[in-house]
């Protein structure tokens, strides 16, 4: 079983920076590859990046290419998700998941994650 917990988002302006950050506790966290979510008031939730189970293959949404950056610290079991150049429609809730072991299907569907933390609010002002 894994517990995720996010924090770390705020209230920031356009063009800003910000890091969230997703703490993890069980085993298998550093075996599985973790992803992050958002979703935005009125919307459905939406895939924005990945990574491996070693950090050595990373995944984004077209809409964050370029911007935002995950990685991941299997010592201190903690996923981040710099984001730079915010922009007014990265306000969202992000979530940060852990991959389903054995899941085989495309990566940015939310089936392939099996374990989700509470969510941690980024809101970006104009």
């Known amino acids: 079983q894994v517990q995720l917990v996010e924090s770390g988002g705020g209230l920031v302006q356009a063009g800003d920076s910000l890091r969230v950050s997703c703490a993890a506790s069980?085993?298998?966290?550093?075996?599985?590859?973790m992803g992050w979510f958002r979703q935005a008031p009125g919307k459905e939730r939406e895939f924005v990046a990945r990574?491996?189970?070693?950090?050595?293959?990373?995944y984004y949404a077209d809409s964050v290419k370029g911007r935002f950056t995950i990685s991941r610290d299997n010592a201190e079991n903690t996923v981040y998700l710099d984001m730079h150049s915010l922009k007014p429609e990265d306000t969202a809730v992000y979530y940060c998941?852990?991959?389903?072991?054995?899941?085989?299907?495309?990566?940015?569907?939310?089936?392939?994650?099996?374990?989700w933390g509470q969510g941690t609010q980024v809101t970006v002002s104009s």
């Open positions: 998941a852990a991959a389903r072991a054995g899941y085989i299907g495309t990566y940015y569907r939310e089936v392939g994650y099996d374990y």
């Open positions: 069980g085993r298998t966290f550093s075996s599985r590859a």
């Open positions: 990574i491996s189970w070693n950090g050595g293959n990373t």
